[in-house]
């Protein structure tokens, strides 16, 4: 539990500092309400902040700048971050591009922590994180206002500075159960639990849980309820990949769940809709202006047809799977010293083949980029020698910590407990991994701990395990896995920053590219409200680890790590999931809820060799244009070194 006297902003000289500064605020903000026409009595704005920006690309040229407010409405706190109009930094950026990225009347009570961020060059900014585990792309604070917007929130709502880091601040973070459990009332549910009794509750308390375990109480509640089924988890409905799906309900917190409650289409006028939870129940949030009342769907929903005669394109251009590469055939790709002669041929036959079982270990070595397709095999022992000596080493600084130096190194406790709990649940259906005592969990384990040191910056997410389990059951060697798994992860990492950067650029490309390839389909989703693609989330989080199989899955891995065509093949395969079901999903009128359920219900029914043969065909009627609707960098790209990039900071170095 955190100390309120000890930890809450009232000993912070930045807070004490900007009392008097947000108090000025809320001033002009009164007067400006009072001489508004266009506010409703009872909305009061006590703080506005020009010039805040969110980033949808690594480069800072392309920022989308808009105004951030706070709204005091009755006894609810609510924010706003609206993109101006007009705005010409980048020509990449449309205006319904921009309009994607508005976040609509939050309120706090959704509200879990707020992580301020202080990098050394740059401009300081704040990421708003929410109590499912979610988060919205950081918010820059390019003319300043951080100190102030804390100050504003902490008087008007319950805000304490967290215990463990100095730079996170905890709403509703009551010490009292009975105030934590009426604050947790306001709170609409993000995801229903079926068939789970309503006293169940997990045994931890939200305020024990780490910012980067991101479970909520539905999460609980469904692992409770899973371990009661079935003592090993379905791979397609391993629970730690619940905790990944709550991001794909962004939407839901920043839009749906006070969608429209203060609309800023023309100035400051406020607009406001019922908001209905998807299980049906009705929330009571504060309204300014009455609403209208909803349009239904028709029962029969027309279907636009597809532009791109999408049967007709992949049978002229995507081509028909091959045999997988087999041993004789690698051979004759090396030299009598073990170098790949061709280098684009290997990858073009992997490609539209995979790779037999057997040779994987060789062959993904040269795909992941541990060993260059140039090296020989003297230069591969060699390496491998070396790897394995350095390896040692960075495993011993984790494990040569003590009990006495674990109980003050906070990072590394939080970290080794989540991986224990992840790795646990990794797979187990697999013969690889089962039974309890099994010493790959431990490998798993150990390999994931010893990543956590070697890249600290990024430590250990959710979903990393579900990346490195197939790695190493084809590998074997712990050295050599993770090598691997750190060459995956020079591509994959921006999947798993603290600010979603990577991802949102990811889903950004997404929706351009079916914007391009089936305006019908993108047009339906606009109608939705689903044009950030977060119901795709999991697909390219941890690139369809959950869609498949596990043989299937090391295939499509194995034909993504080519990069043959392209590097965002995985994109492609994203557009062609849709495409295929796109006659379902507009004819049924699926809208966010249902859309989701539907994607993830789609886990196990995918056929593999159709979709990709189908996304090589859109790959290729896209073409550049294709490519132009990817911001350069974008995932699993290597990162562009560009004087105008940002870089995710340790904010543990750069304290106010």
């Given at each position: 539990?955190?100390?309120?006297d000890?930890?809450?902003?009232?000993d912070?000289?930045?807070?004490?500092?900007?009392?008097?500064?947000?108090?000025a605020?809320?001033?002009?903000s009164?007067?400006?309400k009072?001489?508004?026409?266009?506010e409703?009595?009872g909305?009061?704005?006590?703080y506005?902040?020009?010039?805040?920006a969110?980033?949808?690309?690594q480069?800072?040229?392309?920022?989308?700048?808009?105004?951030?407010?706070?709204i005091k409405?009755g006894?609810?706190?609510?924010?706003?971050?609206?993109?101006?109009?007009?705005q010409?930094s980048?020509?990449r950026?449309s205006?319904?591009?921009k309009?994607?990225?508005?976040?609509?009347a939050?309120?706090?009570?959704d509200v879990r922590?707020?992580?301020?961020?202080?990098?050394t060059?740059?401009?300081?900014y704040?990421?708003?994180?929410?109590s499912?585990?979610?988060?919205?792309?950081?918010?820059?604070?390019y003319n300043g206002?951080?100190?102030?917007?804390?100050?504003?929130?902490k008087?008007h709502?319950?805000?304490?500075?967290?215990a463990?880091?100095?730079?996170v601040?905890?709403v509703?973070?009551?010490?009292?159960?009975?105030?934590?459990?009426l604050?947790?009332?306001?709170?609409?549910?993000?995801v229903?639990?079926?068939?789970?009794?309503?006293?169940?509750?997990?045994?931890?308390?939200?305020?024990?849980?780490?910012?980067g375990e991101?479970f909520?109480?539905?999460?609980a509640l469904?692992?409770?309820?899973?371990?009661q089924r079935?003592?090993?988890?379905?791979?397609?409905?391993?629970?730690?990949?619940q905790?990944?799906e709550k991001f794909?309900?962004?939407?839901?917190f920043a839009?749906?769940?006070?969608s429209?409650?203060?609309?800023?289409a023309?100035?400051?006028s406020?607009v406001?809709?019922?908001?209905?939870?998807?299980?049906?129940k009705?929330y009571?949030?504060?309204?300014?202006?009455?609403?209208?009342?909803a349009?239904?769907?028709?029962?029969?929903?027309p279907?636009?047809?597809?532009?791109?005669?999408f049967?007709?394109?992949?049978?002229?251009?995507g081509?028909?799977?091959?045999?997988?590469?087999?041993?004789?055939?690698w051979?004759?790709f090396?030299?009598?010293?073990g170098?790949?002669?061709?280098?684009?041929?290997?990858?073009?036959?992997?490609?539209?083949?995979?790779v037999?079982?057997?040779?994987?270990?060789?062959?993904w070595q040269?795909?992941?980029?541990?060993?260059?397709y140039?090296?020989?095999?003297?230069e591969?022992?060699?390496?491998?020698?070396?790897?394995?000596?350095?390896?040692?080493?960075?495993?011993?600084?984790?494990?040569?910590i003590?009990?006495?130096?674990a109980?003050?190194?906070?990072?590394f406790?939080?970290?080794?407990?989540?991986?224990?709990?992840?790795?646990?649940?990794?797979?187990?259906?697999?013969?690889?991994?089962?039974?309890d005592?099994?010493?790959?969990?431990?490998?798993?384990?150990?390999?994931?701990?010893?990543y956590?040191?070697?890249?600290?910056?990024l430590?250990?997410?959710?979903g990393?395990?579900?990346?490195?389990?197939?790695?190493?059951?084809?590998m074997?060697d712990?050295?050599e896995t993770f090598?691997?798994?750190?060459?995956?992860?020079?591509?994959?990492?921006p999947?798993?920053?603290?600010?979603q950067n990577?991802?949102?650029?990811?889903?950004?490309?997404?929706?351009?590219?079916?914007?391009?390839?089936?305006?019908?389909?993108?047009?339906?989703f606009?109608?939705?409200?689903?044009?950030n693609?977060?119901?795709c989330?999991?697909?390219?989080?941890?690139?369809?680890?959950r869609?498949?199989?596990?043989e299937?899955?090391m295939?499509?891995?194995?034909?993504?790590w080519?990069?043959y065509?392209s590097?965002?093949?995985?994109?492609?395969?994203?557009?062609?999931?849709?495409?295929?079901?796109?006659?379902?999903?507009?004819?049924?009128?699926?809208?966010?809820d249902t859309?989701?359920?539907?994607?993830?219900e789609?886990s196990?029914?995918?056929d593999?060799?159709?979709?990709?043969r189908d996304?090589?065909?859109?790959?290729?009627c896209?073409?550049e244009n294709?490519?132009?609707?990817i911001?350069p960098?974008?995932?699993?790209?290597l990162?562009v070194?560009?004087?105008?990039?940002?870089y995710q900071?340790?904010?543990?170095?750069h304290?106010?």
């Amino acid at each position: 539990m955190h100390e309120i006297d000890v930890h809450d902003l009232s000993d912070d000289a930045d807070y004490a500092a900007s009392v008097q500064q947000g108090s000025a605020s809320m001033n002009r903000s009164n007067s400006s309400k009072q001489g508004s026409s266009g506010e409703q009595e009872g909305a009061e704005i006590v703080y506005v902040k020009d010039n805040v920006a969110i980033h949808p690309t690594q480069y800072a040229s392309e920022r989308i700048s808009g105004r951030l407010k706070l709204i005091k409405q009755g006894g609810s706190l609510f924010m706003t971050w609206i993109p101006y109009k007009g705005q010409s930094s980048s020509a990449r950026l449309s205006e319904k591009d921009k309009s994607l990225y508005t976040i609509r009347a939050v309120p706090f009570s959704d509200v879990r922590s707020i992580r301020r961020h202080t990098p050394t060059l740059g401009w300081q900014y704040v990421i708003v994180v929410l109590s499912s585990g979610l988060a919205f792309p950081p918010l820059y604070f390019y003319n300043g206002g951080v100190r102030e917007f804390l100050a504003t929130i902490k008087q008007h709502a319950y805000l304490v500075r967290s215990a463990d880091d100095a730079n996170v601040f905890l709403v509703n973070d009551f010490q009292d159960p009975l105030q934590r459990t009426l604050s947790s009332l306001e709170l609409p549910r993000a995801v229903s639990v079926t068939n789970s009794p309503s006293s169940a509750a997990p045994s931890e308390s939200p305020s024990s849980w780490t910012e980067g375990e991101t479970f909520d109480r539905n999460s609980a509640l469904a692992q409770q309820n899973a371990r009661q089924r079935q003592k090993h988890n379905d791979p397609a409905r391993d629970l730690s990949i619940q905790v990944l799906e709550k991001f794909s309900l962004v939407t839901r917190f920043a839009r749906e769940t006070t969608s429209q409650l203060f609309g800023e289409a023309q100035g400051d006028s406020f607009v406001s809709n019922d908001r209905r939870n998807h299980d049906g129940k009705t929330y009571d949030y504060p309204r300014i202006a009455e609403s209208n009342d909803a349009q239904k769907l028709p029962e029969d929903v027309p279907v636009p047809a597809d532009p791109l005669e999408f049967d007709k394109l992949s049978l002229v251009w995507g081509k028909p799977r091959q045999p997988p590469l087999g041993t004789e055939e690698w051979s004759a790709f090396l030299d009598t010293e073990g170098r790949v002669t061709d280098s684009e041929a290997v990858r073009k036959r992997i490609f539209y083949g995979g790779v037999e079982p057997d040779l994987r270990k060789e062959v993904w070595q040269f795909l992941l980029g541990y060993h260059s397709y140039d090296s020989t095999y003297a230069e591969r022992e060699y390496l491998v020698s070396v790897k394995k000596s350095e390896y040692e080493t960075i495993k011993n600084q984790w494990k040569s910590i003590s009990k006495e130096q674990a109980k003050r190194f906070t990072k590394f406790r939080e970290r080794r407990g989540l991986i224990e709990k992840d790795v646990v649940r990794t797979d187990r259906s697999v013969s690889f991994y089962e039974e309890d005592d099994n010493p790959n969990i431990k490998c798993l384990r150990d390999i994931l701990l010893t990543y956590s040191f070697y890249n600290f910056d990024l430590g250990y997410c959710q979903g990393m395990s579900d990346l490195l389990s197939p790695i190493l059951f084809i590998m074997g060697d712990e050295s050599e896995t993770f090598w691997c798994f750190v060459a995956l992860m020079e591509r994959l990492g921006p999947n798993f920053n603290r600010d979603q950067n990577g991802m949102h650029s990811q889903l950004f490309a997404l929706s351009k590219l079916v914007e391009l390839l089936d305006i019908p389909l993108h047009n339906y989703f606009k109608q939705k409200d689903c044009l950030n693609y977060f119901f795709c989330f999991r697909w390219v989080l941890i690139q369809f680890k959950r869609e498949f199989e596990f043989e299937q899955t090391m295939r499509l891995w194995e034909v993504l790590w080519t990069h043959y065509g392209s590097e965002h093949l995985h994109l492609y395969v994203c557009v062609a999931i849709l495409k295929r079901h796109r006659s379902k999903i507009i004819g049924e009128g699926m809208d966010f809820d249902t859309l989701l359920k539907f994607i993830n219900e789609l886990s196990g029914h995918i056929d593999l060799d159709a979709i990709l043969r189908d996304a090589e065909a859109l790959c290729i009627c896209a073409g550049e244009n294709g490519e132009s609707c990817i911001p350069p960098g974008t995932p699993p790209s290597l990162p562009v070194d560009d004087a105008s990039m940002y870089y995710q900071q340790d904010d543990d170095d750069h304290m106010l």
